[in-house]
């Protein structure tokens, strides 16, 4: 028994949740729209504003999609009502962000400068020269950007120097000590 799959999910006020053919769900709310086809191994029903998957069998395959799908339709639901942020930080000395247009620009102590272009429903925002939010309504595609932007410059394990997440605790190794 999958202890996720089996929770109902709410659907709130303002947010429309429509299953089309195929088990594609189509969800809208306020801040956009967003589809997904699901496994034909999964039945998701609705019925007064609560929605319910089962799956057909109880096989180890159909339990890991039961889970999967409710969360897939949870997140769904949540980023069209609240939408999703990423927060990157950029540290070292010399490394700056930029926006110009669409235009996400890195200066990461490379010979070049690095530009990443925003994509249709993600929003890059900078603040000052070191900080850098992804906006979106879908919760992948704003991880995806995140890292994408992450992996320019990973941060290094000697001195930090790099692009990480806000937050993110970086463990420094010991350098080389010298000794004859």
């Known amino acids: 028994m999958s202890r996720i799959g089996e929770k109902p999910i709410a659907i709130p006020q303002g947010v429309q949740v429509d299953l089309m053919d195929d088990n594609e769900v189509v969800v809208k ?16 029903e609705k019925a007064d504003n609560v929605i319910t998957l089962k799956r057909q069998s109880n096989k180890k395959f159909n339990h890991a999609l039961h889970g999967l799908s409710r969360t897939l339709i949870a997140n769904m639901i949540e980023g069209v009502t609240k939408g999703y942020e990423k927060s990157l930080e950029i540290v070292g000395v010399g490394y700056r962000a930029s926006k110009q247009g669409k235009k996400l620009i890195l200066n990461l102590g490379y010979s070049h400068p690095i530009e990443i272009e925003e994509e249709p429903g993600i929003e890059i925002a900078v603040e000052g020269n070191n900080k850098i939010t992804v906006k979106g309504i879908d919760k992948q595609r704003v991880g995806q950007v995140a890292a994408i932007i992450k992996d320019t410059r990973r941060p290094d394990v000697y001195k930090g120097k ?4 806000s937050g993110e605790v970086i463990k420094l190794k010991e350098g080389k000590t010298g000794k004859k």
């Open 162 to 165: 790099g692009v990480r997440y």
């Open 29 to 44: 709310g306020p801040k956009g729209e967003l589809k997904q086809k699901f496994n034909k191994n999964i039945t998701i």
